[in-house]
T-cell receptor, first 110, second 115 residues
Framework: QQKVQQSPESLIVPEGAMTSLNCTFSDSASQYFAWYRQHSGKAPKALMSIFSNGEKEEGRFTIHLNKASLHFSLHIRDSQPSDSALYLC??????????FGTGTTVSVSP | EAAVTQSPRNKVTVTGGNVTLSCRQT?????MYWYRQDTGHGLRLIHY???????QIGDVPDGYKATRTTQEDFFLLLELASPSQTSLYFCASSDAGLGGYAEQFFGPGTRLTVL
């Protein structure tokens, strides 16, 4: 069964700095990779997704995907206090069912 | 934006009790999902459905039944609740998307406590 793991478990980032989050997966046939963000007490909400190797940028957010390394990452440029949240990576394994990682808690200190 | 609602928002029951969690989506999505969220485990898929009458087993199905009565409504049933099922439950929906890849929209969650 697909294993999806995230690192670090938590981190504190000063306002304005870069936040970098990592996700590894075990199934090399995976085809869809996504990041979700969940603010405290709220529902998860999709941030970005990517299908093929490389990089995708949307505003302050960038995803890197390296299928050969079974790794993808999320980078947040100019981190803001409003970016403080639980970040969940997700990988598609067959059908329509995403497999989620255990999450990274990010705290951005003003 | 997709609208997914869940009821009840909070539920307390006793061990051995019956519980039904309800989910409704109003965006005509074909796919609906039930997850549980526990600290240290992220989101774990319980059951999901491709459409009315369809049910697929997820990764942690033991102790749970589900039923999709219409395109809009998906129910999660705990027939003999146990304390290990104390959790935050999320429902989500998505459409087919291009090639089958599509964003999932989540409901607000139901916090269930089994005493």
């Amino acid at each position: 069964q697909q294993k999806v793991q995230q690192s670090p478990e938590s981190l504190i980032v000063p306002e304005g700095a870069m936040t970098s989050l990592n996700c590894t997966f075990s199934d090399s046939a995976s085809q869809y990779f996504a990041w979700y963000r969940q603010h405290s007490g709220k529902a998860p909400k999709a941030l970005m997704s990517i299908f093929s190797n490389g990089e995708k940028e949307e505003g302050r957010f960038t995803i890197h995907l390296n299928k050969a390394s079974l790794h993808f990452s999320l980078h947040i440029r100019d981190s803001q206090p409003s970016d403080s949240a639980l970040y969940l990576c997700a990988v598609r394994q067959g059908g329509r069912a995403l497999i989620f990682g255990t999450g990274t808690t990010v705290s951005v200190s003003p | 934006e997709a609208a997914v609602t869940q009821s009840p928002r909070n539920k307390v029951t006793v061990t051995g009790g019956n519980v039904t969690l309800s989910c409704r989506q109003t965006n005509s999505h074909n796919y609906m999902y039930w997850y549980r969220q526990d600290t240290g485990h992220g989101l774990r898929l319980i059951h999901y459905s491709y459409g009315a009458g369809n049910l697929q087993i997820g990764d942690v199905p033991d102790g749970y039944k589900a039923t999709r009565t219409t395109q809009e409504d998906f129910f999660l049933l705990l027939e003999l609740a146990s304390p290990s099922q104390t959790s935050l439950y999320f429902c989500a929906s998505s459409d087919a998307g291009l090639g089958g890849y599509a964003e999932q929209f989540f409901g607000p969650g139901t916090r269930l406590t089994v005493l």
